[in-house]
Every structure is written in structure tokens, then in C-alpha cells.
């Protein structure tokens, strides 16, 4: 038991259950203080999401809805992760995710380009400012957080500017893809029958196979190797002849390119269009944050953390609006959000707690052992007690 | 009867998982003496003295002041029994005055006000009495260690402190600044202060301790008076066999020039002055150079220079014959030179990673552990950290894949030096190699430096400690505030000599 405790897939798998039991039962909580009529129903639509139709035909349509967010999500966590192996925390996913919405959709609809060049022009776009906060690091020793962060607003602002000549005439809206652009809708690959649901793209498998490819870099390859050293260790790396400033500015790259996709992930499905007048930057990217953390900062754990944060979100849209204000969704998923960070530290605990029952038990032990030893031959005490005096 | 013992650790045992740190020991020190604790790295030393200042409560055990039983829980409590400790790294704001230094936490105020007149007073007339050299008004960072460590132990007098602790005081001084604080020492026991002496160091022991208590494995192993023993029987106490002091070697035969340096600078990282000024030098193939000095005269900057992690400022390297002064790091690595680095945890190791990682940390690039596709050969990598682990006896709890993080210093120790000396260098750069390594560890990178040699490769080696600086090379270039200062063959001089010349106390124009 105490060695499958010790293993650590196993503690981040249990830590991040307890982080949701927890985000639950605070949520619950809040809910009780706003209204204690309908908390109880209020939590169990937020966990059921989809499986709260009865209908066959509605859950998958709804299950669909929920894997189309999933996957941009996904590709923010990813990005977040990447960074996070080489020591970086990629607070920059955010815009860099903005960044991959606007390249696609203005390749989209100004240029007419195809669905495959404008997921790779929002690789560029997301690359691109990826490119700079790794400039800043590691030419001007510029925090990644705080240039990240600056930047996220400088991508949210260009964005509404760029897209202010592809939108509709009545609305502050873009115009829909669909009628205006239609090559470049994501391919469906027979998903959208299979979910019932017209959204469902290749974006699902894209980002899942994406998630794969991150996991192999990482820790099969000789660059993820490199990574990951100067990531734990900056100065070992740099010891050891690893170009650490090239590397910390390719891993921003990268980085950047993962949230770019996640951005063309989304718009590319037509599922929504971009508000030019939006004053605040996506919770995508931030998300991807909660997503990494909760997901045992694991690429494969990643891909289901995703798939449960973007679920309760969804979940939480379907809760009464006659007990509770329509915010509410977003305040229970974000609190079970919020608690997802807590994954490390309760690892933490959980560590500290083995090592105690550890240190107990062997201490039961050597209680048992010296009560036999000192019923077996009390001169052995005596004998100790003399080396101390000589 | 009043007790004649000042404080009293009797049958302390104090486990961790997996290690009895502390196992029945008992020390007792007597009112007005000088009390040594002898014991190799991992004795159980630290943690016998985080026991006595409540860091941490042992399991079994009793402590006891002047007779009477007390219980130690935090150090606030080790305080008020006026127990006082000279730490190995000072505690000291740099900077702040050396006056304010000494009542930081116990500041006299009326009104909230500093009384800092009064503070003066009591702090001039201490360090008086006890022939404790200080200007009180100057800043730390100022001035010398052995004077940082004087204001240290006034910290402690002015806290009208009876139990002094030093943990291993002499490790940062010149060997005339220990003269002066066994001096100071033995003030202080003539003055009624009880004083405890960590130390591993044989001969400090026998010149100023009364009384010895050694530790060895976490086990007491005994009390001696140090007029009734010699150093031998102390050192065998302490490792529990004899050891072999000095390093067996024959005659060097230099070859070629393997690197040599020329006029190198290197800029400081901490304050505007060179930390390497103006250095030449040459190693040859088939000879171990030494250089020695006080930590911080520039030998930490000067390897940094020649390793490639920080830039020359001015100045020419060659290795080889080929000039390398503005070459990477992985092109002077990959054109034969190997690097011990002096901070294990800092540069040597990826403490995170599993030890096979660390083992190939240097070579990962080669074609034997990556494919031309850029993936990790995981089988070749398995078998090559395998065959070091065989080969350098680097011993951890589960071979290959035992997280660095969890290995002892010494195994380490061990697996870089497995690493670089596998890497056949050229030229071998090893910085402090034995640093907190026990005796036994010791003996054995000796001899692998020494092996080095006589395989025809040229040794670089930077040592702080004078027994490793008389006994392993073959030529000493001593290093005094950047500078070298003299050229030394160790076989002609004595540590006299060179303590003179790590001091600063004297230099010859050193030819390169």
C-alpha cells in the first residue's frame, strides 16, 4: 500500500481528485449561502453536464459541445506545460492564444485561406509572441510572467483592431465563416454524425495526438532531455554545454505555437465569432493553467483535466437561473478551477504524510526491539553505559 | 552537590526514515572547558547540535543544565540557557556595522528608540576582556573573516552566552587566524565559558581542546583527554581504521603543454574589482597543479574562465595548442577537458533527474545514447550508467534510476567523477573534489587523481584544504586576492610557508 502511495503517477492522480472533492464541497458552500434550496441540485447539474438529459440523443449532442472546448483548452494546457518543464511559467498562453484566433480568422476571411494554412498561421502568430517574451528572458532577464502578462493585453487590443474590418455590419461581431469562408471550417472526419453535433472536428483527435507528440518530445527526444535539465537545473544545463538561452526562447516558441492552435481550434468550427469591442483577454488560456496543474503536469493527464474542467464549465451553464443569478456557472467553475491549483501542494501532504506514518512505525519498531533486548540481557545496557564513561 | 558539568547530553538518539542520525549518544561538557566533537561528515555532529538548540526533539534522551534536566524546544529556549553557536556560515547582515550586528534581536530601547551608547559600551569592554579585535562601527562586508567571525562570537558574549558552540570555525581562516582564535578559545575557558569544538581537523583538536568526544556512523564512540592520546588514535576512533594520510605516488614526468593561460582577467560577479587579475600559467601532460588559497581569492572565477561558464575579460587560453579563449563550453568539453565543478548540487548534478541521466550529462549528444532522429537511446544509456556504477562503485537505492536528489553526497561525488574521468579528458579541472566527503571517499579520488597523472593526462586541481594541497600535486601555485602569488614545490615547503602565502603575508614575482 505504502509503496503504491509512493508512486508518483498515483499521488497526482489522487491529488487532483481531492482538489475536485474540495472545489466541490466549497462550491457547494457558496451555493448554500446564496440560496440552500436549490445548492444540491445546483452541484449535481454542474458534475452531470451532459448525462443530465435523458434523451440518448441529447447527451452526445451536448458531450460534443463540451469535446469542441475541450480541445482548444487542451492545447492551452499543453503550452502551459511546455513551458512549465523548462522552468517557465507561460502566463503569455492567453494572448498567445488570442493571437492564433485572430491570425486564423483574419486569414480566413480576408485571404480566403483554406482551414490547414490558417491553423498554421495561428502557429506563426502564437510563435510569434511566444518569440518575444523568450527574447526578453533570456537576452534581458525580463520575468516571462510580466511580459507575458503585457503582452496578453497588447494581443487582446491588436486583435479587436485587426478584426474590426472582418466584422458584420450590424454587430460588433465577426463575420461567421460559414457563407463567408467556408473553406476554411474544419474537416469533421464523419465526427460531427458520430456526436451528433456539427462542431465536432478533427481539432478532437488533432489536439489529442498533439498531447501525445508533447508527451514524446518531452521525455523521449534529445531536445527533451535538454529541456527538461534546464528547466530543473539552468545551471547544470549551462555547465554541460546546453545553449540554455536558445532553449528557453525555442520553449516560448513552441510554447506559443501550442495556444496559437487552440485558438484556430475554436474559431476555425464557426462555433462562435469574435467580439471586436471584448475588453478582457479569454479564460482559455488561463484555464490551460488550471488544466496542466490539475492533469499532474502530465501531457496525457492533461488531455482528461481538460476534459473535466471544460465539462463542470459547461455543467455549470445548465444550472437553475430561478434559484441563482446567471453568473453563478462561472463562479462554481471557477472556485473547482481555483482548487485545481492546489494540486502540488496537497502532493506535498500527502508525501509528508507517508514519511510520518514512516517515521512512527519504525519507531514502534525499535521500541518493540529494545523492550526484547532489554528483557533478553540487561547487561548489554550496563556494558553502553560504561563505553560513556571511559 | 553542584554539578561539574556545564550541560549534558545523555543517551540522545534521534532517528530519521531510513537513518538513525543519532543512535545513544552521550556527551557531556564540563564547566570551563574546551570540549572537541570529532566526526567525519554524517557523523551525526549537526543533528546532535540541532537536537541541543531544539530544532529537533529527540526520541530518547535527556538534557540536562548544570545537573538539572531541561527540556530544549525551540532555540529561543536554547538561548535563554545561554547556549550560543558560531555557525560554519556566518549570520551576519553585510550591511549592517559590526555593532549593530551584535545586538540585532536583543537591541537596547527606551521608548522604542535604539540605545546603541550603552550597546557600545558593553561590546568594547567584552571584546576587551577576551582580546576580541573589533571596530565596532565598521561594515561587514569590509572586513575580514576572521574578524566577521569575531563579531560572531561577541554576538554570543554580549548575550551573556555561557555555552559557546563553534562548528567548524577554522574551515574559513588562514592558518594565522587560527592561531588567534585558539587563543581567543583559550581566553574564553580561562574566563569560565564552556566551549564546544566542532571540528574534523586532528590537529586543532590536539592543540586546544581539553577533552574529545568522537562520533562516527551516528554511534558515540568515545571520550578521550587529548594529553593522554595522539592524532592517530583519534583519527582511528574516527573513521574506525587507520588511515593511510599520505597519498602514495611516484615522480611526475611532464609532458607537452596541455592548456596554457595567458594573462588571464576575469570580472567579478559580486563587486566592481578583477577577480582574476593578470594570471598566466601552464599545465603540463603527466602532473597534477594545485591551486590553493583562502576560499574567494578568485579560484572560483579563475575555473569559471577556463570552463567556459563565465567570458575572459582579457587574456588568451590554449589548449592543445589550439587557442580556445572564445570557445563554448560543449566545444572545450568535446575537445577533452573535464570539469569536477566545486558545487555539486549547483552545476554538477540534475537533482531531479534519475542517475543514468546524470551520468551521460556530458555525452547525452553523442550518436552511443541518441539516434540521428534526435530520440534517446534508453538501452545504451541503461548499460552505459550500468558499467559506471560498477566500475566507480557510486552506490544508491536503486541503481540507474535512483532520483540524484536522493543519493548521498558522497555517491554524488562519486557519479561526476565518474562521468568526467569516463569523458578521457586531457585536461581534468577539479575543483574541491573531496569537498564533505569522509576520509575513505577521499582516499579514493586521490588516487584516481593520481591515476589520471600517471595515465598522461594533465590535472588541474583547486583545493581550499592544506593536507590535500601538500599530499596530491606536484607543483602549488597559490592564489591571493586574484593574483598568483607564488609558485611552491610541495615537497620542499611546509604548510608554515604556505599559509604565508594564502594569507597574503608573502609573494614572489611568479613567471608563467
Known amino acids: ?390 | 552537590m553542584e554539578s561539574p558539568y556545564a550541560i549534558e547530553m545523555l543517551h540522545i538518539t534521534k532517528k530519521f526514515p531510513g537513518i538513525i542520525a543519532n543512535d545513544d549518544i552521550t556527551l557531556q561538557l564540563k564547566k570551563g572547558e574546551i570540549h572537541a566533537l570529532l566526526g567525519e561528515n554524517g557523523a551525526g555532529k549537526s543533528t546532535l547540535m540541532s537536537v541541543l538548540f531544539g530544532l529537533y526533539q529527540a526520541e530518547e534522551g535527556i538534557i540536562k543544565k548544570d545537573g538539572v534536566e531541561v527540556k530544549i524546544n525551540d532555540p529561543n529556549d536554547a538561548n535563554d540557557l545561554g547556549i550560543g553557536m558560531v555557525h560554519q556560515h556566518f549570520k551576519l547582515v553585510e550591511c549592517f556595522s559590526v555593532l549593530d550586528n551584535i545586538i540585532l534581536g536583543v537591541e537596547p530601547t527606551k521608548n522604542g528608540f535604539l540605545q546603541k551608547k550603552e550597546a557600545r559600551e558593553k561590546v568594547l569592554a567584552l571584546s576587551e576582556k577576551y582580546g576580541l579585535q573589533v571596530d565596532p562601527d565598521a561594515i561587514i562586508e569590509d572586513i575580514t573573516v576572521g574578524m566577521q567571525q569575531r563579531t560572531e562570537i561577541l554576538k554570543m558574549l554580549y548575550r551573556d552566552n555561557e555555552i559557546l558552540i563553534f562548528d567548524e570555525p577554522t574551515a574559513v581562516l588562514t592558518p594565522q587566524e587560527i592561531d588567534e582564535l585558539m587563543q581567543i578559545m583559550r581566553n574564553l575557558a580561562a574566563e569560565g565559558k564552556s566551549i564546544l569544538f566542532i571540528s574534523h581537523k586532528l590537529a586543532e583538536i590536539m592543540a586546544v581542546a581539553d577533552r574529545c568526544t568522537v562520533l562516527r556512523k551516528g554511534k558515540y564512540i568515545g571520550t578521550v583527554e587529548t594529553k593522554n592520546t595522539t592524532m592517530e588514535q583519534l583519527s582511528a576512533m574516527m573513521v574506525g581504521r587507520n588511515v593511510n594520510f599520505h597519498v602514495d605516488k611516484q615522480p611526475s614526468h611532464p609532458g607537452e603543454v596541455i592548456l596554457d593561460v595567458e594573462h588571464m582577467t576575469v570580472a567579478s560577479k559580486v563587486h566592481k574589482k578583477d577577480a582574476v587579475k593578470d594570471v598566466s600559467f601552464k599545465v603540463r601532460a603527466g602532473e597534477i597543479v594545485c591551486i590553493a588559497g583562502i576560499d574567494g581569492n578568485g579560484q572560483t572565477e579563475l575555473v569559471y574562465g577556463l570552463s567556459g561558464l563565465e567570458p575572459l575579460k582579457s587574456g588568451k587560453l590554449t589548449f592543445k595548442g589550439q587557442d580556445i579563449t572564445k570557445a563554448s563550453i560543449r566545444k572545450r568539453s568535446t575537445s577533452g577537458m573535464s570539469h569536477i565543478p566545486e558545487d555539486r548540487h549547483k552545476h554538477g548534478l540534475v537533482l531531479d533527474y534519475p542517475l543514468e541521466y546524470n551520468l551521460i550529462l556530458q555525452r547525452y549528444f553523442e550518436r552511443e545514447f541518441t539516434s540521428a532522429a534526435g530520440f534517446l537511446k534508453r538501452k545504451p544509456i541503461r548499460e552505459y550508467a550500468n558499467r559506471l556504477i560498477e566500475e566507480y562503485d557510486v552506490r544508491s537505492g536503486q541503481g540507474a534510476i535512483t532520483p540524484a536528489r536522493s543519493m548521498s553526497g558522497g555517491n554524488q561525488q562519486k557519479a561526476i567523477i565518474a562521468r568526467e574521468i569516463d569523458k578521457n579528458p586531457d585536461l581534468l579541472l577539479a575543483v574541491q573534489p573531496t569537498r564533505g566527503l569522509d576520509v575513505g571517499a577521499i582516499e579514493s579520488v586521490h588516487k584516481q587523481l593520481v591515476a589520471q597523472r600517471d595515465a598522461g593526462k594533465a590535472v588541474l586541481l583547486v583545493s581550499l584544504e592544506l593536507d590535500e594541497v601538500m599530499d596530491v600535486p606536484d607543483r602549488i601555485l597559490v592564489m591571493y586576492e586574484g593574483e598568483i602569488v607564488g609558485e611552491l614545490d610541495p615537497k620542499k615547503t611546509t604548510q608554515e610557508e604556505l599559509g604565508l602565502y594564502m594569507a597574503g603575508a608573502k609573494r614572489d614575482e611568479v613567471k608563467a
Open chain 1, 1 to 390: 500500500m505504502k509503496k503504491f502511495l509512493k508512486n508518483n503517477a498515483v499521488q497526482s492522480l489522487i491529488a487532483s481528485l481531492l482538489c475536485i472533492i474540495l472545489g466541490l464541497l466549497i462550491g457547494y458552500i457558496v451555493l448554500l449561502f446564496i440560496n440552500p434550496d436549490g445548492a444540491w441540485d445546483a452541484i449535481l447539474m454542474v458534475l452531470k453536464n451532459f448525462l443530465k438529459s435523458s434523451l440518448a440523443k441529447t447527451r452526445t449532442k451536448l458531450l460534443g459541445a463540451t469535446l469542441v472546448r475541450t480541445a482548444p483548452l487542451l492545447m492551452c494546457g499543453l503550452s502551459v506545460l511546455f513551458a512549465y518543464k523548462v522552468g517557465l511559467f507561460n502566463i503569455g498562453a492567453a494572448g498567445q492564444y488570442v493571437a492564433g484566433v485572430c491570425a486564423s480568422l483574419y486569414a480566413a476571411l480576408a485571404w480566403g485561406w483554406g482551414w490547414l494554412p490558417c491553423i498554421l498561421f495561428a502557429v506563426v502568430a502564437g510563435a510569434a509572441l511566444g518569440a518575444i517574451v523568450g527574447f526578453l528572458k533570456s537576452y534581458c532577464n525580463v520575468n516571462e510572467v510580466i511580459s507575458g502578462i503585457m503582452l496578453n493585453w497588447i494581443a487582446l487590443y491588436t486583435t479587436n483592431m485587426i478584426l474590426m474590418s472582418q466584422k458584420q455590419q450590424a454587430s460588433h461581431y465577426t463575420l461567421k465563416l460559414k457563407g463567408n469562408a467556408d473553406q476554411a471550417i474544419l474537416p469533421t472526419l464523419g465526427l460531427d454524425k458520430l456526436l451528433k453535433n456539427e462542431r465536432a472536428s478533427i481539432a478532437i483527435p488533432l489536439a489529442i495526438i498533439l498531447a501525445i507528440i508533447v508527451y514524446v518530445v518531452l521525455f523521449r527526444t534529445r531536445f527533451g532531455y535538454e529541456l527538461r535539465a534546464t528547466g530543473n537545473n539552468r545551471n547544470a544545463a549551462k555547465y554541460a554545454g546546453m545553449a540554455e538561452k536558445r532553449n528557453i526562447i525555442l520553449t516560448l516558441v513552441i510554447a506559443g505555437g501550442l495556444a496559437g492552435i487552440g485558438g484556430a481550434m475554436l474559431y476555425l468550427t464557426d462555433i462562435e465569432q469574435w467580439s471586436v469591442t471584448q475588453t478582457s483577454v479569454p479564460g482559455m488560456g488561463f484555464n490551460g493553467i488550471a488544466a496542466t496543474f490539475l492533469g499532474g503536469l502530465n501531457p496525457i493527464g492533461t488531455i482528461f483535466s481538460s476534459f473535466f474542467i471544460q465539462h463542470i464549465t459547461d455543467g455549470g451553464a445548465f444550472v437553475d437561473t430561478t434559484y441563482y443569478c446567471s453568473q453563478i456557472s462561472d463562479l462554481i467553475s471557477s472556485i473547482i478551477i481555483y482548487l485545481c491549483g492546489f494540486v502540488l501542494f496537497l502532493k506535498t501532504a500527502i508525501n509528508r504524510g507517508i514519511a510520518r506514518s514512516e517515521e512512527r512505525e519504525a519507531l514502534r519498531e525499535k521500541a518493540l526491539a529494545a523492550q526484547a533486548a532489554q528483557t533478553a540481557k540487561p547487561e548489554n545496557v550496563s556494558a553502553n553505559e560504561k563505553g560513556g564513561e571511559k
